[in-house]
């Protein structure tokens, strides 16, 4: 089993910028795919960026390509997520997951979850 915990949301201004992080406990990391996903109120949960095991594969969603960047640190157990230039259509609780196979823009390829932190973004 594999413990995420993400932190990091709070309140920015738009063009702003946040760092949110995500610890993991019960296990290394090092051998698991990770991703950020985000969901906003009354929407469904969309995939942002994720990171291979090794950290040498990347991917983003298009909205937040150039923007956000995905990073991993297997010797601290942890991965996080750089966002710049953030808009209000950034807001939503972001989500932190892992999957023991090859990383996904798919919910369902993920087997752990963490409860997520909320971002805000004002105008």
């Known amino acids: 089993q594999v413990q995420l915990v993400e932190s990091g949301g709070g309140l920015v201004q738009a063009g702003g910028s946040l760092r949110l992080s995500c610890a993991a406990s019960g296990r290394t990391i090092s051998d698991y795919g990770m991703a950020w996903f985000r969901q906003a109120p009354g929407k469904e949960r969309d995939f942002v960026a994720a990171?291979?095991?090794?950290?040498?594969?990347?991917t983003y969603a298009d909205s937040v390509k150039g923007r956000f960047t995905i990073s991993r640190d297997n010797a601290k157990n942890t991965v996080n997520l750089q966002m710049n230039s953030l808009k209000s259509e950034d807001a939503a609780a972001y989500y932190c997951?892992?999957?023991?196979?090859?990383?996904?823009?798919?919910?369902?390829?993920?087997?752990?979850w963490g409860q997520g932190t909320q971002v805000t973004v004002s105008s």
């Open positions: 990171i291979s095991w090794s950290g040498s594969s990347t």
């Open positions: 997951a892992a999957t023991r196979s090859y990383i996904s823009v798919q919910m369902r390829s993920y087997d752990y």
